[in-house]
Structure formats: structure tokens, C-alpha cells
């Protein structure tokens, strides 16, 4: 089976497992979140509340509503916009709080992604600030939202797990729901026979010597025709996108174990150390030395 850019983006780019809360909200109740790095999210289980932004109006939301904030950005949500708020930090894998009065009641999920604070892969990046997926607006994405809505009231043994697993891949089914049937952007790449071809060779392969003469081969294109392609889908020239995609690589394997320096350079494609790093830093901003240390599991 070939390597499914989606999954290995998702895998390398989420430096830690999801942090939630399920909260229990009755009337009147507002609760404030972001302003920490990472994508914030919620699930409303059942009920109904607002997003309450600053810059925005407020956003209703109902039963089966996904929201996910990319940018990490304060926010809040609330049974009224004009509702006095407290401040919610998410800071475990999984908890459970209760809020309010005594008015209707409103059950949420929410949490927080943890992902790498380095330049943005092309995947995220088309993303808006936030991403507002209506319950039945995916057939998966709202089977996994059942679920999730099962196993929070159902208390049965176990569920905990089942929970944590479930926000887990949330963000994988948010994203799919959110770019299906998108025109342009990282994902009609991967969904272009051509250009999806070659992502997947990049993600399986990064070591590999690859030149744009040997891409474009491999796409069964002319050099000038397949680079326009790739950097018309993907917004970067292939080569662009393949270094970035070696340096989110070395990231991983960085902050994952003590895989030794001169290692990692080769497995991201580098015989020299010094030419590794020097890549490393202009895209993170820091030498892999210092990057593994400050980003120790």
C-alpha cells in the first residue's frame, strides 16, 4: 500500500495527542478559550450555544456542529452573546467539567490540537480561521460525532479510551469534510492523478535524489507541464513542497527519540550534516540540536 500524504501530514504535524474536555453547560454560561498555540475544536453533542468572537458576529451552533480554529485565536462559547465569560484552559488529555445555572442544557466536546509551530505545510494553510462543518454535512464526519456523543452519556467501561481515540482522528475526518470536493488547494492535488501520484512518492521516499526531471518522469509529463501542474495544485514548485516535506519529516523523527543527527540527515535525504542543518534552520529557525531539545517528548 502507498503512503497516504493525508495521514503522514497529520501524523507529522500533531506533536502530542489531543487535549479535551467534555463539558456539561446549563443557562446562562459562557466559557472562553485559545490564545495557546495549537487548533482548538468543538463538538456540540447536544444543545445549542455561540461562537463568540471579538472580530465576528456570533455564530449559532447546534447539535452535530463541528468548529475547528486554526489559528488558535480567543474565542468563546456561550448560551448568549452578551453572557460574562470564564476562561476554560484545556490542559489535560481528557477531563470533564460542569458550568452554569440552571437553564437549558448544552453538552460540548472541546479541546485543543497540539500542532508544530513551524512554517505551515500547504495542507493547513488553505485552511480559514475557522472551519464550521454543519452535522450533517458529512456522512462519516457525523458517524464519528455519534459516536463520540455515544460514548460521553453512555458511561460505559472503557469509553474514557474510546473517547480520547475518537478526538484522535477527529481532526482527520474535520479536514477531509472540510476540502471534499475543493477544486484547488493540497487536497484536489492529492486527488489529481499526476500530482497525487507524485506527493505520495515524495512522502514514501523523501531520501530519494529527486530532481524535477525525475518527478516529472515519473508523472508521465513534460518537465515545464508537470511543474506548472504541481505548482499551480500544491501553491509552491515541487522541489519547494519536497524540502518542506523533509524538514516536517526530520521534525518528527527530532522530537520523537535520539536518533543521532548525522541519521536523520540521511533518512530526509542528506549525505552532509552541515547541509542538513543549514536546511533545517532556514526553515525552523533553529539547529536541529536546539530544536530536539526544546521539543523533547
Known amino acids: ?68 480554529m486554526p489559528s488558535g485565536a480567543v474565542h468563546a462559547l456561550a448560551d448568549a452573546p452578551d453572557t460574562e465569560s470564564l476562561n476554560l484552559v484545556v490542559d489535560r488529555r481528557i477531563d470533564r467539567v460542569g458550568v452554569g445555572g440552571d437553564g437549558a442544557e448544552t453538552v460540548v466536546v472541546s479541546g485543543a490540537y497540539r500542532i508544530e509551530s513551524g512554517r505551515r505545510h500547504p495542507l493547513l494553510a488553505d485552511l480559514p480561521d475557522v472551519v464550521h462543518l454543519s452535522g450533517g454535512r458529512d456522512r462519516r464526519l457525523h458517524a464519528v460525532t455519534a459516536l463520540l456523543s455515544a460514548e460521553i452519556t453512555s458511561r460505559d467501561p472503557g469509553g474514557e479510551a474510546i473517547v480520547a481515540a475518537l478526538v484522535d482522528v477527529l481532526l482527520v475526518y474535520i479536514l477531509r469534510a472540510w476540502y471534499d470536493g475543493r477544486s484547488t488547494g493540497w487536497t484536489a492535488a492529492m486527488a489529481d492523478p499526476a500530482t497525487g501520484h507524485i506527493l505520495q512518492r515524495m512522502h514514501s521516499r523523501p531520501a530519494e535524489s529527486w530532481t524535477v526531471d525525475r518527478l516529472a518522469a515519473e508523472a508521465g509529463l513534460a518537465r515545464a507541464t508537470f511543474t506548472r501542474r504541481f505548482t499551480r495544485l500544491v501553491g509552491e514548485p515541487p522541489l519547494t513542497y519536497l524540502t518542506r516535506w523533509r524538514m516536517i519529516t526530520a521534525a518528527r523523527l527530532l522530537r520523537g527519540d535520539r536518533t543521532p543527527l548525522a541519521t536523520v540527515a540521511r533518512h530526509v535525504g542528506y549525505t552532509s550534516e552541515f547541509a542538513f542543518a543549514k536546511a533545517f534552520k532556514r526553515e525552523y529557525g533553529i539547529a536541529p540540536g536546539t530544536y530536539r531539545s526544546e521539543h523533547r517528548g
Not at 456539561?24 to 482548538?40: D, I
Open 1 to 68: 500500500m502507498g503512503s497516504d500524504p493525508l495521514s503522514d501530514t497529520v501524523a507529522a504535524l500533531t506533536t502530542a495527542p489531543a487535549l479535551s474536555v467534555h463539558i456539561r453547560a446549563r443557562a446562562p454560561w459562557s466559557l472562553r478559550f485559545g490564545g495557546r498555540r495549537g487548533f482548538g475544536f468543538h463538538v456540540v453533542v447536544s444543545g445549542e450555544c455561540l461562537l463568540v468572537r471579538d472580530d465576528a458576529d456570533p455564530l449559532p451552533l447546534q447539535a452535530g456542529d463541528v468548529v475547528l
